[in-house]
């Protein structure tokens, strides 16, 4: 184990002490080691054997990668507490030393090289799928196009392992012209792959009770490039996030699901608002070959005293109802994500007062239009915003997604549609 790149910095002594808080795991070919859904509380170091990561989806399972020992699965999930996204299961008999969190935790905290080292394999995670979906975006392209070239279809047959499953469904089409039907199989795919993605719902039990929150995406297409999320640091502050990546498709869904990782990895290990933005920047921008960037919003709330530090990374769409019905607007901090190696970011702060709430949206509500091709417009968004004081956070997202749906009847919406309300009720 000394060798293997997560523990090189440590000494054997630290090593020995967090295999002998583990338990030894010993896995039959087929058996699921990590099911989809469940709580993210442990890592497994596999030693010996090969598992495949996997998603089930409404047609098929799709195979994601293959993970051969000696490696570490499910550590991202482990220390960013996001449920898990897929499933691993042994191709081959595994053994495995189960991990638990809070054991990963502790060795993270003593030992920095560890975080260092898990950071550098989500890189590199990170660089292979940008291979992949770069690969997959231009097959669909010529598929779209009909532009079938010989050499596309060698490319085909060998894949990359990432890549098998979508490879095989594209070239079976490829021969026989079906490109819609490829179209809506492959775009099924990235959807059910980008819904696992959204938070599960923070209730009031969770809150202590201190903020009401909802939030809701309506997808202008299978598969979109937005992106919501909250969840609560080890502190008690509450984190919320949006963002809206510059592109749509099957590129701009998996650029929204590595973003949102990222974020939620470097927010849990770096306090300091401002530094946590510019490491995700330089995360996104060090495997950025798509050129794809994202607008965000982050905003970290204090629900005892209603502090609230935020970084606007070219994100504008966000605004504060006070609770006389008076509307502000946060300030944009910073460029967009993955736009620009190096840049630097500012966090500000505001304080909300009990019966404040943040609103933070895409610039798919604003850009919503009628069939007389009109926007709805910030004009109208904030007067429609200023009629919900009283209204629980479910009630006022819901109504207001509602109102701008209606006005644009049965125009075609081009955009996503993402809003996020949190309601502080105050520290009492």
Do not use: W
């Not at 199989?185 to 969770?206: F, S, V, Y």
């Not at 495997?287 to 990374?313: K, P, R």
């Amino acid at each position: 184990m000394a060798d293997h790149p997560f523990f090189r910095g440590m000494d054997q002594a630290a090593m020995a002490a967090l295999i002998v808080q583990g338990t030894a795991v010993d896995a039959a070919p087929g058996e699921l080691l990590i099911r989809r859904g469940d709580p993210s509380t442990f890592a497994l170091l596999m030693v010996e054997g090969i598992a495949d990561v996997v998603i089930d989806t409404a047609y098929e399972h799709v195979m994601l990668a293959a993970c051969e020992s000696p490696t570490v699965i499910g550590e991202i999930g482990a220390f960013t507490g996001v449920e898990r996204t897929a499933h691993v299961q042994a191709r081959t008999r595994v053994r495995a030393i189960r991990l638990s969190a809070d054991a990963l935790a502790a060795a993270g905290q003593a030992h920095p090289g560890l975080l260092a080292a898990v950071l550098q394999q989500f890189g590199q995670r990170f660089a292979t799928f940008n291979r992949a979906f770069g690969f997959y975006a231009n097959a669909l392209n010529a598929l779209e196009r009909r532009a079938f070239d010989l050499r596309l279809l060698d490319d085909l047959r060998n894949p990359l392992p990432e890549l098998a499953n979508f490879s095989a469904s594209f070239r079976r089409l490829a021969e026989e012209l079906m490109v819609r039907e490829a179209e809506r199989r492959e775009l099924a795919n990235a959807a059910a792959i980008q819904r696992a993605m959204l938070p599960a719902p923070l209730g009031p039990e969770a809150l202590a009770h201190r903020a009401d929150l909802y939030a809701d995406m309506r997808p202008a297409r299978a598969v979109g490039g937005d992106f919501f999320d909250a969840f609560l640091l080890a502190d008690g502050r509450l984190v919320v996030t949006i963002g809206d990546v510059a592109g749509k498709g099957i590129p701009a869904a998996l650029f929204m699901c590595a973003t949102q990782t990222t974020l939620r990895t470097v927010l849990r290990h770096e306090s300091d608002l401002a530094l946590a933005m510019a490491s995700a920047n330089a995360l996104l921008c060090a495997t950025n070959s798509e050129q794809l960037f994202v607008t965000a919003f982050c905003a970290v709330i204090d629900l005892a005293s209603g502090v609230m530090d935020y970084c606007s990374c070219g994100h504008a769409d966000a605004l504060v109802l006070r609770g006389s019905g008076a509307i502000e607007r946060p300030s944009v901090c910073g460029m967009a994500l993955a736009m620009m190696e190096g840049a630097s970011y500012t966090a500000r702060r505001l304080v909300l007062s009990p019966g404040d709430r943040l609103l933070l949206y895409t610039d798919g509500l604003t850009d919503a239009t009628d069939g007389a091709d009109h926007r709805f417009g910030e004009t109208r968004l904030e007067a429609e915003v200023a009629k919900g004081t009283a209204l629980r956070a479910a009630v006022f997202v819901t109504s207001l997604l509602d109102r701008i749906e209606a006005f644009a009847g049965t125009t075609d919406q081009f955009d996503d549609m993402t809003a996020l309300a949190v309601v502080f009720n105050g520290g009492a």
